[in-house]
């Protein structure tokens, strides 16, 4: 038997609804964010799938989880396989967890299919991809490929104030698995992620298979303006700092400095906080998040000189700065891995184009480690950071059908 009839179907869409219980939504969607006691269940899920396969597992200092399925030579370095299982707090079921089940259905197969590599097989579940919780996101994978450094991953504080390493401590006391020594880090062979696609362009296209050529560039930010608390019912106009209202004419003059004719341009703010948040004081205080994501790594700096002009401009009489939290350039994927994934979906009969990804992925992190790639399969409207977000049994077993055959072949290289 080859190893993509090795895949079941049925086994990884019930696979989806057993994660799916764990930080479920009633919409029918997970709050699963990274390092919280819902993360900690999955992982604890995972590893007795794992177990139960005679698979083995471990973990490493900032919490990635990996399940091995052994080669015939120890010695090579491992092909990987894998995204994340947190979710945005109002996510779906498919962002993340698709890439982990994908990659665990993919070992499965291999071991139902008796099929033996050179190289171990991995499957890995990145720690917070998503970055809502914790800031920057794809950490896990960014710290394994020493793009950030762990001690300061460590100190980074959630919304609320809980310092990573002890949620971090926490989630590992919840779900233990034998602690790789060292930093982060191993070699890797190569390394292919699967994802729904979270835009329309594959079911606009009629095609299940994206080969995925790269990740546009993308950055974050967060805004601070600091004007005065005063009283909203004697303060007259010229006498308020009002941050709020700063905030607004900023926001709005990046809205229309963001606004490029061919759309390809992504601005949001996601998150806006105002202080002291009672509605008869004028707010001293304004934070807000800003995302930015373009192909072209010079319109990103280009823009981001705009925004810093406008972040004078329109915020006086008040002050702002601006904090720059993540900077990650544009991914080209591997042409050789780029074209191995487009062979192994024209091989298995099934319709696919050229894609870039609009969203980020850990891939673009470990690119810069191995050769590296990735699957996009539909999702239902392109609804994606959505509880509604939904997929078939059917493209996600189509993906992963073409995730074992490349994995197959990368790991007999
Ligand atoms: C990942 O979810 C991203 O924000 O692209
Ligand atoms: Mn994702
Ligand atoms: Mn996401």
Redesign the pocket.
Known sequence: MSAAKGVREDRLWQRHADMAKLGGTPKGGVNRQALSAEDAAARNLLATWAEARGFSIFTDAIGNLFVQRAGTDAKAPPVMSGSHMDS?PTGGRF?GMYGVLAAFEALEALEDAGVKTRRPVMAVAWTN???SRFQP?AMGSAVFAQRYRLDEMLKVKDWKGVVLKDALAETLKAAPAPMLDGPPGFPVGGYVEVHIEQGPRLENARKTIGVVTGIQG?RRYIVTIEGDEAHAGTTPRAARRDAYAAATRLASALYEATTDEDDTLRFTIGRVEVLPGSPNTVPGKVSFTI?LRHPDNAVLDDREKVLETLLVEKTKPCTARLERVTNVPPTYFDPEVIDLVRAKAQGLALSNMDMPSG???DAMHIARLCPAGMIFVPCERGIS?NEIENATPQDLAAGTRVLVEVLEELANR
Do not use: L, R, V
């Open positions: 945005q962002d991809e998503e970055g996101g993308s995302d969203a980020g992925h950071h």
